[in-house]
């Protein structure tokens, strides 16, 4: 887009009004003018086994919502109505998901959550980078002729202003814009890594580098791109045309787009902490859960008296589907046969049945047994945990039933023979693990 005196104008009048407000939302043309596409076809095989039969934006977290809720959420929130999803491995579930809990906005208002999976319109190829899935969905994008494109990633938990962010960009009179947060430097090998001048011009990209660059004035941080980009619509549809042409291209955002774009055009780098949303004194909150470690400790995170990530909090919501279910129900109340839950979530159509639940989060419909106990542990939806069984620092995937007086999260060594262990120490258990049959992933 063009930048222009009206829409500068406009960008600085909305950070005014970001000024000074511990959390506000405004809605503004910019917001309205711009198309979000959410990039959730990753398979996340980190995650080893939880990913078998799901993508990871489909992944469930925090007991009741699945990871792609937060980019959704952040898009609704912030007034950014116009969505696409590009789907692409193993994406049912998460399809599923999206039809039932987002079918809300009003196709009358121009507001829409559109599922995009490959289909090889271009070409006989499904995606072959996420360059490549804006590339191969650009007559969608250019049909509803948006001024900006924010192009997201669909894996991570965090709660972000968009409006902000696109205000940012535009008072930058910036090509492209990258969001970012800083890491510790030396964590940030696993990122995309920016080097930027005093502006916070971005001067070099280094995707993934063994050696990463710190942050200018901060020699133990480094600003690692969050999968979040701001594009100036016409530059981006410029831009994917000509990486499609390159055949040594691996049709990346971060191996080749960037790079690319970095030394030629004007690349800025938006802090996270400018735009997230959060109370005042609280640390921006973004993560990501792409490993088992990772997984199991964000999710118990949320169990602690004041959990970074706020789930309460009624102005920025995080919207999902959820079945109709029943309160979580604890009975029987005997010395060594008591129904009862401490520093733990428990979602609806849990009974916890004369067991006992410690620093835990359990998703919905699972089912606890007398007797049996349940320590740091997370159990995904319709879990049942069969009577003296004992579960310590152990995910449980879904449908999984564990059996009457089986011991897991003991011993790591017994553990490795029929389950896999994290190198933190954490225990995965599926049903297959079991011996069971695989119960439909929801």
């Known amino acids: 887009m063009m930048v222009t005196p009206e829409n500068r104008e ?217 999968g979040v980009y701001v594009f100036n619509a016409a530059f981006l549809y410029e831009q994917v045309i000509r990486d499609a042409d390159e055949p040594r291209s691996s049709h990346d955002f971060g191996n080749d787009i960037i790079p690319h774009l970095v030394p030629r055009y004007r690349v800025f780098a938006h802090r996270f902490a400018d735009s997230c949303v959060r109370e005042a004194g609280e640390a921006p909150y973004w993560r990501d859960v792409g490993t088992i470690d990772a997984f199991w400790e964000a999710n118990l995170e949320l169990t602690r008296v004041t959990p970074a990530l706020n789930m309460y909090d009624s102005h920025w919501p995080i919207w999902t589907y959820q079945e109709q279910l029943p309160p979580a129900k604890f009975v029987f109340d005997e010395d060594d046969r008591r129904g009862m839950a401490v520093d733990s979530l428990i979602s609806g159509g849990c009974i916890i049945s004369g067991a006992r639940v410690r620093g835990s989060l ?22 049942d945990v069969g009577r003296h069984a004992r579960l310590r620092r152990v995910i449980v995937d879904e449908g999984a039933r564990i059996p009457e007086g089986m011991v897991i999260g003991y011993d790591a060594d017994e553990d490795r023979r029929r389950f896999h262990v994290s190198e933190g120490g954490v225990t995965l258990v599926t049903a297959e693990m079991l011996g069971q049959q695989q119960r439909r992933v929801r």
């Not at 909305?14 to 407000?21: D, F, K, M, N």
């Not at 699945?66 to 959704?72: E, G, N, S, T, V």
């Not at 804006?134 to 202003?161: S, W």
Request: with cysteine.
């Open 362 to 383: 359990l998703y919905s419909g699972v089912h606890a047994h007398s007797y049996s106990s349940i320590e740091h542990s997370v159990l995904l939806s319709g879990v």
């Open 10 to 226: 406009h960008a600085a009048t909305s950070i005014a009004l970001a000024e000074g407000t511990a959390n506000p939302r405004f809605v503004s043309q910019l917001t309205k003018n711009a198309f979000a596409l959410i990039l959730a076809g990753g398979r996340g095989s980190r995650l080893r086994q939880l990913t078998d039969w799901r993508a990871k934006p489909g992944l469930a977290f925090g007991g009741k919502f699945k990871i792609i809720d937060f980019a959704l959420s952040n898009c609704v929130n912030s007034g950014v109505r116009r969505i696409g999803v590009a789907t692409q491995y193993k994406s049912h579930s998460l399809i599923q998901h999206i039809q039932r809990g987002w079918s809300f906005l009003d196709g009358r208002f121009d507001e829409f959550v559109q599922l995009l999976p490959a289909q090889q319109r271009v070409e006989e190829a499904w995606y072959r980078g996420t360059a490549d899935a804006i590339f191969q969905n650009l007559d969608i994008l250019r049909e509803h002729a948006p001024e900006h494109v924010l192009v997201l990633a669909g894996d991570h938990i965090y709660k972000m202003d968009y409006g902000k962010l696109l205000a940012w960009h535009v008072s930058r009179q910036a090509d492209l814009t990258v969001a970012c947060v800083e890491v510790p430097r030396l964590e940030a090998r696993g990122f995309g890594v920016m080097h930027v001048d005093e502006n916070d011009r971005v001067t070099d990209f280094l995707e993934k580098p063994d050696d990463p660059p710190a942050i200018p004035g901060d020699p133990d941080h480094a600003l690692a791109s969050m």
